[in-house]
Every structure is written in structure tokens, then in C-alpha cells.
């Protein structure tokens, strides 16, 4: 059952899959995302999963004006304690990510470890050829064709068409491409501009205190693939792993071998959380 609790804010809906040592799930664009690694009991029969909506994200609190990463981040530990975690094992993707890893910089206490399934990052050199190359999405935007930007940048992001990416999401979590068109002004209004001002260094990258697992897909785009080169050489504890035959849509595409990762990760740093 989902339900609302206050946090930051407003409220934040959330929902909590599995039993032990609690993990926070920080979705991207597709609010749902993370609903087919939840599904796998390789994790979620050793872990206490807890996925939520961010701000701005189907009924969690709109607010006006922009929301940062540290605004996201303070959200996530609001919940948390609204839960009564102290300490938490901490995922994300893609934006998604990028919320998982200001929460680590802000709040290190509260973050056991940090797994990053494609960090989006738009500062490394092809951050800004990737955002030109995404410009008619921008357009399709901005002229109200709401449908249509959704699936050129899903398409884009993902590497595959359309056809194949539609299917795909409606297969694995029925009704994510219509909510992500309703979500349509929180990503391209909100999300976005915040994460294109995001500033994630290697100063910032190297005083994350936590081990870090850093998730890649064998199919990815250039971009994704020079962010993990980034968090290679830059995260002092990082362990990276590539899932094979997968582009940035990882669990989505093959649930099973991104929760398994995650569960081998975790299993070998199991550290107090409560």
C-alpha cells in the first residue's frame, strides 16, 4: 500500500517491499522505475526496499520554482526519518542517481553505501554535445507536444526506438509512459535545469565516504559510459559493474542481474543501519 508522509516540504508517497537492512530507491524521469528490480527476490528477500516519489512526481508535494539536488536530498532524509532509519543503503538512477549522491555528500551519517545505476552528470566533456543532440526534444516541449518529447527522450536516453521502448515500459510497469507524459512539466521544468546545474566534481566525488557501487549497461550511450570512467578514478571506494546486452534502461530491460549486483554489493558491506 502506498502511502503519504511529510517530508521536507510536503508529503512524499512511498512504498516499502521486503524485510532487513533498508535501501532507498531514488527513481529518475520514470517515477515507477524501480518496480521491476523490486519485484526480484534476490534483493528484496534479504533487504527492506523502500521506493518513493520525489517532489513534484504524480501525488507527492508540487512546489513552485526550482528544486535542487540538495533540495531532493533533504527530501529523501526527511523521509528517512519519518521512518526512523538512521542509516540507510542508498540507490539510484540516472537523475535519480544524482539526488543518491548529494544525499551522500550532504547527509554522510545517513548513507551506508551508495549505488549509482548511470549517474546522469551533464559537466563531463560530452554532457553538452549530449544536450545539443537532445534539442529537438526540447522543441517538441516547448511547443506543448508533450506525448511526443517524452518518447524522443526515452528513445534517445535508452538507444532504442520507440516502437521497441514503448514496448518494453508497458510491458515491465504498465501505465509509466502516461504517467511520465502527466510528470511531463516536473521533468523538463524542474528536473533537468536542476540537474544541468548540478555541480558533481572530483572534489565533490572524492569526499564521498561511503563505498560506492557504480552501475553500468554494456549498450549505453558515450555519455554514461565517460560518467562511469569519471567515477572510476575519481570515488575513493568504488566497485563498478557492467550488465551485459543493456543500454541506460538496465533493470528495466533485465531486471534479474542489476538487483543480483546489488545484493552481492551490499551482502559484503552490511553495516548498521537503525
Given at each position: 500500500?502506498?502511502?503519504?508522509?511529510?517530508?521536507?516540504?510536503?508529503?512524499?508517497?512511498?512504498?516499502?517491499?521486503?524485510?532487513?537492512?533498508?535501501?532507498?530507491?531514488?527513481?529518475?524521469?520514470?517515477?515507477?522505475?524501480?518496480?521491476?528490480?523490486?519485484?526480484?527476490?534476490?534483493?528484496?528477500?534479504?533487504?527492506?526496499?523502500?521506493?518513493?516519489?520525489?517532489?513534484?512526481?504524480?501525488?507527492?508535494?508540487?512546489?513552485?520554482?526550482?528544486?535542487?539536488?540538495?533540495?531532493?536530498?533533504?527530501?529523501?532524509?526527511?523521509?528517512?526519518?519519518?521512518?526512523?532509519?538512521?542509516?540507510?543503503?542508498?540507490?539510484?538512477?540516472?537523475?535519480?542517481?544524482?539526488?543518491?549522491?548529494?544525499?551522500?555528500?550532504?547527509?554522510?551519517?545517513?548513507?551506508?553505501?551508495?549505488?549509482?545505476?548511470?549517474?546522469?552528470?551533464?559537466?563531463?566533456?560530452?554532457?553538452?554535445?549530449?544536450?545539443?543532440?537532445?534539442?529537438?526534444?526540447?522543441?517538441?516541449?516547448?511547443?506543448?507536444?508533450?506525448?511526443?518529447?517524452?518518447?524522443m527522450f526515452l528513445s534517445a536516453v535508452s538507444g532504442l526506438d520507440w516502437t521497441t521502448a514503448q514496448s518494453l515500459l508497458c510491458d515491465r510497469m504498465p501505465g509509466s509512459v502516461e504517467q511520465a507524459v502527466k510528470d511531463v512539466d516536473t521533468f523538463f521544468g524542474v528536473e533537468l535545469p536542476a540537474l544541468g546545474e548540478w555541480t558533481f566534481g572530483p572534489e565533490h566525488a572524492a569526499a564521498i565516504e561511503c563505498p560506492v557501487l557504480s552501475v553500468l549497461g554494456s549498450d549505453?550511450?558515450?555519455?554514461?559510459?565517460?560518467?562511469?570512467?569519471?567515477?572510476?578514478?575519481?570515488?575513493?571506494?568504488?566497485?563498478?559493474?557492467?550488465?551485459?546486452?543493456?543500454?541506460?534502461?538496465?533493470?528495466?530491460?533485465?531486471?534479474?542481474?542489476?538487483?543480483?549486483?546489488?545484493?552481492?554489493?551490499?551482502?559484503?558491506?552490511?553495516?548498521?543501519?537503525?
Amino acid at each position: 500500500m502506498r502511502l503519504a508522509v511529510a517530508a521536507g516540504t510536503g508529503s512524499a508517497e512511498f512504498e516499502v517491499t521486503g524485510s532487513g537492512k533498508p535501501v532507498l530507491l531514488i527513481s529518475p524521469v520514470l517515477a515507477d522505475g524501480f518496480l521491476p528490480l523490486v519485484a526480484e527476490l534476490s534483493l528484496s528477500a534479504g533487504y527492506q526496499l523502500i521506493r518513493y516519489h520525489k517532489r513534484g512526481w504524480v501525488g507527492s508535494t508540487h512546489t513552485e520554482g526550482p528544486v535542487s539536488g540538495s533540495d531532493h536530498a533533504a527530501d529523501a532524509a526527511a523521509l528517512l526519518d519519518r521512518l526512523g532509519i538512521a542509516r540507510a543503503h542508498v540507490a539510484g538512477h540516472s537523475s535519480g542517481a544524482a539526488v543518491a549522491a548529494q544525499l551522500a555528500l550532504d547527509e554522510p551519517a545517513r548513507v551506508a553505501t551508495l549505488t549509482l545505476l548511470e549517474l546522469s552528470l551533464f559537466s563531463v566533456p560530452s554532457g553538452p554535445a549530449f544536450l545539443e543532440a537532445a534539442t529537438p526534444v526540447f522543441e517538441a516541449y516547448g511547443r506543448g507536444e508533450h506525448e511526443e518529447a517524452i518518447a524522443m527522450f526515452l528513445s534517445a536516453v535508452s538507444g532504442l526506438d520507440w516502437t521497441t521502448a514503448q514496448s518494453l515500459l508497458c510491458d515491465r510497469m504498465p501505465g509509466s509512459v502516461e504517467q511520465a507524459v502527466k510528470d511531463v512539466d516536473t521533468f523538463f521544468g524542474v528536473e533537468l535545469p536542476a540537474l544541468g546545474e548540478w555541480t558533481f566534481g572530483p572534489e565533490h566525488a572524492a569526499a564521498i565516504e561511503c563505498p560506492v557501487l557504480s552501475v553500468l549497461g554494456s549498450d549505453t550511450q558515450p555519455l554514461w559510459v565517460e560518467i562511469a570512467a569519471f567515477l572510476r578514478t575519481s570515488v575513493p571506494d568504488v566497485e563498478e559493474r557492467t550488465i551485459a546486452g543493456v543500454g541506460h534502461l538496465l533493470h528495466i530491460q533485465q531486471p534479474e542481474p542489476v538487483p543480483q549486483a546489488m545484493a552481492d554489493f551490499l551482502d559484503r558491506h552490511l553495516i548498521a543501519t537503525r
